[in-house]
């Protein structure tokens, strides 16, 4: 994997993340609440170096139910703390003693009845609490960074966990294209994996040129906060406007069958990342996935600095579902990861 470009110069930081699970607080949230009646319990959990799917097994064989009754929202980080809700499917069935589950790492806060299944991508975002330790680094620089970060957003990068351990789900992508064949959770990893490595691709010379929060000719922009497109639309004023005001951002391609949305520049570099990767672009394309567009900057909320000694600081902020707090991270301190 070629190392992507920062947006901002480079992290002014290094750093220790996630020295221990703690250090990276994950707070689901929803987006909205459940109705308190239904078939579905959905039961927030505490989560503590646990991986998101083993969880929900665990859930299920001590339930004594199937694995698909069993729904959450989105992936969560392993190596973290993290707290999220999983639905659980008990139709004529009471609530069992949620508090005396016997799952290791695993705490649950509360539990709600609601009437459908969580789905994936369900929830509109999450907040974060994230705590760098050992930080050596020019401290006067860190802040003209967040101050940026907070005018202009980072790039939207995927982040290195979708790509598996030392790049194990691109591998899996690579046999997949070459005709293996792969059980069906392996092979949606490496689809995943495919079509992120090709929009980091884009991005990246979007970076490089210091055009991914600006606007070119066939841009293809996406509504703040929501998946909406619209476009290709050439920037006027009033786009330029939008744009500044972080109500619209610029979009780029998750790979798949049919045209490329976007026309003129924006369309030949995509293009050209795509011939450049041409083995995952006709693999996606084979994989029947319908192409799709990402928005290519990231702007966090809440954005909070705390110094909690001359080595340690916390990053407190919220991003909205999909995204990697990484992403941000990365452009703040150099934590080798």
Known sequence: MTPLPFAHGGPPLAGILRAVPEDFEVDEVLGFEPEGQGEHAFVRIEKRDANTEWVARRLADVLGIEPVAVGFSGLKDRHALTRQTFSVHLPGRPDPDWHALAIEGVRVLDAVRHTRKLKRGAHRGNRFCIRLREVSGDVAETGRMLALIAAHGVPNYFGAQRFGRNGDNLRAAHALFSGARLGRSQRAFALSAARSQLFNE?????????????????????????????????????????????????TGPLWGRGELRSAGAVREIEAAAAQADEAFASGLARADLRQERRALRLRADGMRPVWEDQTTLRLEFALPSGTFATALVREICNTGE
Do not use: K, Y
Request: charged fraction near 30%; proline fraction near 4%.
């Open 202 to 250: 884009v991005l990246a010379r979007r970076v490089r040129d210091a055009t991914w929060n600006s606007a070119l000719d066939g841009e293809v922009w996406m509504l703040a906060g929501s998946h909406s497109i619209f476009g290709p639309q050439d920037h006027d004023a009033e786009i330029l406007r939008r744009l500044g005001d972080g109500d619209i951002d610029p």
